[in-house]
């Protein structure tokens, strides 16, 4: 049996409270940041055995993102900046509940099982967002890491793609990228420059970019960034945390949830492109006021069928046999899917929500395009796709236009952060891509008209009795609620609803879509009555809002 020697494992000054049990969901640890300190000490420890046992840097985040600022959360990055590995959630969630006397006894069983060598040296990089619990729970997360022995450099306030790509640059010997901020800010500007070369500056109010930082690192991050894109691109940045709170209305959660403008932005002009983050800047969503006051949202869908129809192009006119397909879930607008299916001909699959499991899928193609409606995604280029791009952006023996694309195609591959959806990533290359093909937010927002949708949720005693199949779309417990959904579906043309446990926040979620907002208010209101009545509501019956 593997054993510790004489470690310092006892938490000392970070004691888990007795009793308290916490999760690793979907993206790590979520919870008031007061009850976290013990969490952050534990997940040192596990950064430091994972990083023996793959024999790699690993990440630790410390953000609760889009959540209330009184939040925190952590999540851990595996080696080639991707989420943390099914098994090894299991055993932060085991690590995090470990009563004190039972920790070291936790250890040796992740120890045994996974047959880590204890010898082998651990290096562990880390990063923060804006939250003020932030500093002293990346401080526990340290402690943890040097109980073990592990090295480790802190990055301080950083966005989640950027300690992403750092574990990336790390783990790639640099190939990816230079482990700095500087070198991920040089990375993204150069293929940002190179992409737009050949479209002139455009005027002012074309170049010009509002974007809300939440209040959060986003923000700060943004301010960084503008000098090196050489004014091709201003960012007005609001929402940059001097005044406001933390993803208090406003942020891309905010946005996309509410429909409507986020505070520090209401006041944005006709037709002005404007975009929100979220808390720590791994979403986007963008948006504008229309001549008649009415506001249009671009979700991650709208993102997704804007690059997509970009690569596409590419791809075609590099005449490389390339396989490009679509990643969304069940919160895709069905109009995305129908466009993206019927008129492009691109593939779609439909995976369960959250990034790992979309992530995992596009894996699966030499193009994987990804993203949740909620704005958090990217592409994924397989090695061999990369190389044959690179390759014939090279061979000045091919005509001059297959070249040309396939050197567009590269810097693409650049551009786009590879390892996780990331808010700044994606801005460059949407801002590029308007650009190079001359589109207004308009023109862009026309490719396909989104069917009207609600989300709701709704307060049970137990979420995790609701039990889903098809990737979140269909309930098979409790009994019968599935078929009232059915039933209430029927009613209204073009509709759709499904009902799932949140892996974030204690409540179920409903969404609803239908073909016009008030059909679809009405649904959501109707499917949330039947969660509430069949899944056991807590608290009062849900209302219908207008
Ligand atoms: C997290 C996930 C996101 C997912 C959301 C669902 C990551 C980085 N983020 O924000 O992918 O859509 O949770 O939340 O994994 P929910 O389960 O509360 O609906
Ligand atoms: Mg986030």
Partial sequence: MACFHEVALVSGRHPKPVGLVLQYGTAGFRARAEQLDHVMYRMGLLAVLRSKKTKS???????????????????????????????????????????????????????????????KVARVVLGRDTRPSSLNLAQAVIDGVSALDGTYQDYGLVSTPQLHY??????????????????????????FLAMTKQTPYHPEELRQLNVDGANGIGA?????????????????????????????????????????????????????????????????????????????????????????????????????????????????????????TEVMK????CVNTGVKYLHHKAQEFDVG??????????????????????????????????INAAKMLENTIDLIN??????ISDLLTIEAILSIKGFTIQQWDSIYTDLPNRQLKVKVSDRQIIVTVDAGKRVVSPAGLQ???????????????????????????????????SNADTLAHEVSLVVYKLAGGVGEEPKLLH
């Fill in 57 to 119: 840097t690993i990440g630790v985040m410390v953000t609760a993102s889009h959540n209330p600022e009184e939040d925190n959360g952590v999540k851990l990055v595996d080696p080639l900046g991707e989420m943390l590995a099914p098994a090894w959630e299991a055993y932060a969630t085991q690590l995090a509940n470990a009563e004190e006397q039972d920790l070291k006894s936790v250890l040796t069983s992740i120890l045994d099982n996974e047959s880590v060598n204890l010898q």
């Fill in 346 to 349: 691109v593939p779609v699959h």
């Fill in 220 to 340: 700060l991050k943004l301010q960084e960034l503008e000098p090196y894109l050489e004014k091709k691109l201003q960012l007005k940045v609001h929402n940059n945390g001097v005044n406001g709170k933390l993803n208090y209305l406003c942020g891309a959660d905010f946005v996309k949830v509410q429909q409507k403008l986020p505070h520090g932005l209401l006041h944005i002009k006709t037709n002005e492109r404007s975009c929100s983050f979220d808390g720590d800047a791994d979403r986007i969503v963008y948006y504008y006021i229309d001549e008649s006051g009415c506001f249009h949202l671009l979700d991650g869908d709208k993102i997704a069928t804007l690059i997509t129809i970009f690569l596409q192009e590419l791809l075609v006119k590099t005449d490389l046999d390339l396989q490009i397909a679509v990643i969304q879930t069940a919160y895709a607008n069905g109009s995305s899917t129908r466009y993206i």
């Fill in 418 to 423: 590879q390892t996780v959806g990331d808010a």
């Fill in 166 to 191: 750092m574990v990336c640059c790390w783990n790639t010997m640099e190939h990816y990228g230079t482990a700095t901020v500087e070198g991920y800010y040089q990375k993204l500007s150069q293929a």
């Fill in 483 to 517: 078929q009232n959904i059915d039933a209430l579906v029927k009613k209204y043309n073009l509709s759709r609803a499904f009902v799932r446990p949140s892996g974030t926040e204690d409540v179920v979620r409903i969404y609803a879509e239908a073909e016009t907002q």
């Fill in 369 to 402: 395009v990804y993203f949740e409606a909620n704005g958090h995604g990217t592409v994924l280029f397989s090695k061999t796709a990369e190389n044959k791009i690179r390759q014939l952006a090279q061979d000045n023996n091919q005509l001059v236009e297959r």
